[in-house]
């Protein structure tokens, strides 16, 4: 084993000896149509019964993808955007529901994907908002929710919620991709200091910090073999010591 898969087990000891157990959870994006790499994410979360939660895109969505995900009952699927359309100029950052955007236009895209994706799924659907390139504008956030979406989720700091109320964001905290380099699996060394960055941050917070999930972000079609080998390691590693992988119905519930 190496030193940085020795490094995390340390850490998970320190959380098992306190009598406490870290919770994950997957988002993977960007669904549209069913495929080798989307396959092989069910298959390896089939293999270990642990849950994923699908980011599909509404307008994209291709009949074939309908049945994949519903191929195994532990799929949640989340809305992803609307088009994944950047409206943003060049020198900004991309977002499909940005500062550039008419708040009505915004307003309308979401509910006619809302609407889409929760007849093509019916079931599955969890209204849940998860922005392109995890970035939104703040003043969408009321209307979100009168919309009917339960919460959304964005990436670490990108979203925070300020709105006060019984909303509820759930960020990712760990993105598997390297997308400044070459949009490929970022390593396993990398990953791992960053997971125990995460888990000393939250064992040190006690009591709140205990039952912060970890969001694991994945995109499946720029998975390579060694990034579905780390997830399966990483998944059966830290059952050993305990951790407990949650749907996302799972951390809304404990959220409330
Ligand atoms: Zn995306």
Redesign the pocket.
């Known amino acids: 084993m190496s030193k940085i898969w020795r490094d995390l087990n340390t850490e998970l000891e320190r959380w098992k000896d306190a009598s406490i157990y870290p919770i994950f959870w997957i988002r993977d ?2 669904a549209i149509k069913d495929g080798p790499k989307l396959t092989k994410l069910i298959f390896t979360a089939k293999k270990f019964n642990t849950p994923l939660s699908i ?1 599909v ?1 509404p307008f994209l969505i291709e009949k074939n993808l309908i049945e994949r995900l519903n191929s195994y009952d532990l799929i949640t699927v989340l809305q ?2 609307f088009k ?1 359309k950047n409206y943003e100029p060049n020198n900004q950052k991309k977002s499909e529901f940005g500062q550039s955007r008419d708040l009505n236009n915004m307003i309308a895209d979401i509910f006619h994907g809302t609407k889409l994706i929760s007849e093509a799924f019916e079931k599955i659907f969890e209204p849940i908002f ?1 922005p ?2 995890n970035r939104m504008n703040h003043l969408l956030l009321p209307y979100i929710y009168s919309l009917g979406i339960k919460g959304v989720s964005s990436f670490n700091k990108n979203l925070v919620d300020n709105t006060n109320n019984k909303s509820i964001v759930m960020n990712t905290n760990i993105d598997i991709i390297d997308w400044k380099k070459n949009k490929k699996f970022i390593g396993e060394e990398q990953i791992i200091q960053q997971l125990i960055f995460e888990l000393i941050s939250r064992r040190n917070k006690k009591n709140e910090g205990y039952n912060e999930p970890i969001g694991i972000l994945t ?1 499946h079609n720029q998975m390579n073999d060694s990034a579905f080998l780390f997830l399966e390691k990483l998944i059966l590693n830290t059952k050993t010591y305990g951790a407990q992988w949650n749907s996302i119905k799972e951390i809304i519930m404990k959220k409330k």
């Open positions: 994006d960007d980011a895109i992803h955007g994944h998860v392109p390139w995109h």
